[in-house]
């Protein structure tokens, strides 16, 4: 039975060329098409469809107010179509903090000229993110409300009880009779060894890295260089967005830039950022046209497993594919600690999974315990 398939575009253009892009999918059938963000809603409801595809801005409600109701009424996959410039990246990670699982260029040369592949990307998408969805529609919209802010108020929690240990920790005094008890995780502890973490990310990074960002202390100890694949525009839209919203500095990275505690660098798109020797700054090349990502997770991981050994952190968060997998491999050869997502928490399981298959990882977390994590090793 093919996904149903709901078009929200305001132009007639779009939403033509969409539907037959999309119905050329057995897997896939388009049940309605939506001129405007009121119309999504109400169709939303009455269709009932497996998956959305949603243009951000449209008359009488815009995109992103109507990615907001539809989540809060029945949840259900959405995926954006975003213009490339500076502003429609500001827009389109509003619809992720929104609920918008992901992404695609809106590029009218590509879809009036039936580009192979466009079709391939969306084809993927819609049907990925609609098999993997769970059945929202069969469950009550308050009980899954509720359960959203109970992981949110956990992970919260964790992070203000560990915040709180640390500072009880930094100002008590160690008594000289009584050595302090050896930790159980004492055998794995990274603090004093490592001096770098690097994060990798894709499919529904951006909503998992601000989780992350947000809740680290303007004192963390050590430098985060993030690789999460962006288009130029979106990277430095996301990084100006994290910055306003995190205690630690957040930056789009550019040639030269120191790595120091407390400050996060973000791979800017269409660009490869890669550490120099010694780990104290990046570089940003253009990188290999024949590189399927760009930024790409495994070239920054690899350039650390180079210069700077095993002195390093690797997590790799949702995404597809298998990006980050060959970089955590030298990593871990270099004898640096691996974590990787839970398949509960991605949104799509596969960077984290081909990492974990691969025996890599030290330790596979749920979302909302890499914060708390971190805070606990360092």
């Known amino acids: ?61 815009d995109g992103v107010s109507a990615v907001r109701a539809i989540m809060a009424e029945r ?25 918008a699982v992901d992404f695609i260029p809106k590029n009218f040369a590509e879809v009036s000229r039936n580009s192979a592949i466009l079709k391939k990307k969306l ?26 802010n109970e992981r949110s108020q956990r992970a919260k929690e964790r992070t ?23 930790s159980p995780r004492a055998s794995v502890r990274l603090k004093g060894r490592v001096k770098i973490v690097a994060i990798g990310a894709s499919t529904g990074g951006p909503v998992a890295l601000s989780d992350i960002i ?13 690789v999460q694949h962006m288009p130029e525009n979106f990277t430095r839209a996301f990084a100006e967005r994290l910055n306003r919203l995190a205690s630690v500095n957040v930056k789009e990275a550019e040639s030269g830039d120191a790595l120091l505690p407390g400050h996060v660098l973000i791979a800017p798109g269409g ?34 497993a180079s210069n700077m050994g ?29 974590w990787s997502q839970d398949q509960e928490t991605s949104v799509v399981y596969g960077m984290p999974a081909a990492v974990a298959r691969a025996g890599l990882s030290d330790e596979v977390l749920p979302l909302d315990e890499v914060c708390p994590r971190l805070l606990s090793e360092f």
Not at 11 to 40: M, T, Y
């Open 1 to 61: 039975m093919a996904y149903k398939v709901l078009i929200v575009d305001d132009s007639s253009f779009f939403q033509h060329r969409l539907k037959e892009i999309i119905g050329e999918h057995p897997d896939l059938e388009v049940v309605g098409i939506a001129s405007n963000g009121r119309e999504a809603i109400d169709k939303a409801q009455e269709l009932e469809p497996d998956i959305i595809s949603m243009d951000y801005e449209m008359p009488y409600l």
């Open 214 to 226: 947000t809740n680290l202390p303007a004192n963390f100890p050590l430098p985060l260089v993030v």
């Open 75 to 99: 949840p259900v996959p959405i995926v954006m179509f975003s213009s490339m410039t500076y502003e429609g990246a500001t827009i389109t990670l509003e619809a992720l903090d929104a609920g």
């Open 123 to 148: 084809h993927e998408k819609l049907i990925g993110f609609a098999s993997n969805a769970n059945p929202s529609a069969r469950r009550n919209t308050a009980d899954l409300a509720a359960e959203a």
């Open 271 to 304: 660009k490869q950022m890669i550490v120099d020797r010694g780990g104290r700054s990046v570089k940003i090349i253009d990188g290999d046209d024949r590189v399927n990502y760009k930024p790409c997770v495994d070239i920054t991981f690899a350039s650390i």
């Open 160 to 182: 203000a009880a560990l915040r709180a240990r640390m500072s009880a920790r930094s100002e008590a005094s160690p008594s000289p009779s009584a050595p302090a008890a050896p």
């Open 310 to 338: 095993g002195d390093a952190l690797a997590i790799v968060l949702t995404g597809m594919g298998a990006d980050g997998c060959e970089g955590a491999k030298l990593l871990k050869s270099k004898g640096a600690a691996i």
